[in-house]
T-cell receptor
Framework: SAVISQKPSRDICQRGTSLTIQCQVD?????MFWYRQQPGQSLTLIAT?????????ESGFVIDKFPISRPNLTFSTLTVSNMSPEDSSIYLCSVGDPTGELFFGEGSRLTVL | AQKITQTQPGMFVQEKEAVTLDCTYD???????LFWYKQPSSGEMIFLIY??????QNATEGRYSLNFQKARKSANLVISASQLGDSAMYFCAMRHFNKFYFGSGTKLNVKP
């Protein structure tokens, strides 16, 4: 299975600011995804990060609020823009492997004051 | 639309006993995958077990087994010989094409 590293692991941010979360994988992967987990809730898919092209966003998520980059097959970033307290969540980077399994990074726990 | 239902928000089990966490799913497709993940309080998501829709045998991984009843569209997780370290949130998930859909989770507490 791939080893996935996320940075930062946690952060406390002020309302109105933006934060970029980095996801590094130790091998080349085709499928890379970003999930959000609000407090006490399940995981919701934000978008699929596509290498070399724009990310594919799920209903309810837009590029202006959650811009995503995927410059190569091992790295992606998710930015949470113009944050509000409602954005306080765990953000999880995940990758799909050829067998169809989904593996997750350690998550980035974000608190917005 | 794909849907995963976990009807047990919280469960208690005595250490060393077995526990079953329920999961039902809804899909009209024949090809899909079912997964269980464990999420400790640290927040990481740990893959536990996988069952393919065409697999005839129930999946097993150590103390974890998946009770797959395709006609009933259920994929319950059975944890045998519970340990204190099993206390965590457990999520059932379904893979449909390249997307994963997650249930609302079950919080398991193992009592000494």
């Amino acid at each position: 299975s791939a080893v996935i590293s996320q940075k930062p692991s946690r952060d406390i941010c002020q309302r109105g600011t933006s934060l970029t979360i980095q996801c590094q994988v130790d091998s080349q992967v085709t499928m890379m995804f970003w999930y959000r987990q609000q407090p006490g809730q399940s995981l919701t898919l934000i978008a699929t990060a596509n290498q070399g092209s724009e990310a594919t966003y799920e209903s309810g998520f837009v590029i202006d609020k959650f811009p995503i980059s995927r410059p190569n097959l091992t790295f992606s970033t998710l930015t949470v823009s113009n944050m509000s307290p409602e954005d306080s969540s765990i953000y999880l980077c995940s990758v799909g492997d050829p067998t169809g399994e989904l593996f997750f990074g350690e998550g980035s726990r974000l608190t917005v004051l | 639309a794909q849907k995963i239902t976990q009807t047990q928000p919280g469960m208690f089990v005595q250490e060393k006993e077995a526990v079953t966490l329920d999961c039902t799913y809804d899909t009209s497709d024949q090809s899909y995958g079912l997964f269980w993940y464990k999420q400790p309080s640290s927040g990481e998501m740990i893959f536990l077990i996988y069952q393919g829709s065409y697999d005839e045998q129930n999946a097993t991984e150590g103390r974890y087994s998946l009770n797959f009843q395709k006609a009933r569209k259920s994929a319950n997780l059975v944890i045998s010989a519970s340990q204190l370290g099993d206390s965590a949130m457990y999520f059932c998930a379904m893979r449909h094409f390249n997307k994963f859909y997650f249930g609302s989770g079950t919080k398991l507490n193992v009592k000494p």
